[in-house]
């Protein structure tokens, strides 16, 4: 049974930061492309970043460029979104997802970030 149990969300100041976890369970996990993916209220889960996790090749949505680190630790199935300069427009619940060969996709049931002003 595949799990994606995120962490880290809460409450913080705009210029703040805070680091999100995603611990997998249940896939293989250096075969996976790693992501995390937010929606706000009223609007489409967007893309915030992806790793892939064999190469550690890293992709971000431009909103969250050089402010947002994507990594992960194979050893523990874990995937970090380390969040820095945090604006009141990143509030949002940040959903783990993990993409594997053949079109599978699993989601976490999200954490939520609140940013305030």
């Known amino acids: 049974q595949v799990q994606l149990v995120e962490s880290g969300g809460g409450l913080v100041q705009a210029g703040g930061s805070l680091r999100l976890s995603c611990a997998a369970s249940?896939?293989?996990?250096?075969?996976?492309?790693m992501g995390w993916y937010r929606q706000a209220p009223g609007k489409q889960r967007e893309l915030v970043a992806t790793i892939t996790t064999g190469t550690s090749s890293t992709k971000y949505g431009d909103s969250v460029k050089g402010r947002f680190t994507i990594s992960s630790d194979n050893a523990k199935n874990t995937v970090y979104l380390q969040m820095n300069s945090l604006k009141p427009e990143d509030t949002a619940v940040y959903y783990c997802n993990a993409h594997l060969p053949f079109g599978r996709d699993y989601w976490g049931k999200g954490t939520l970030v609140t940013v305030s002003s």
């Open positions: 249940g896939i293989i996990f250096s075969i996976a492309i």
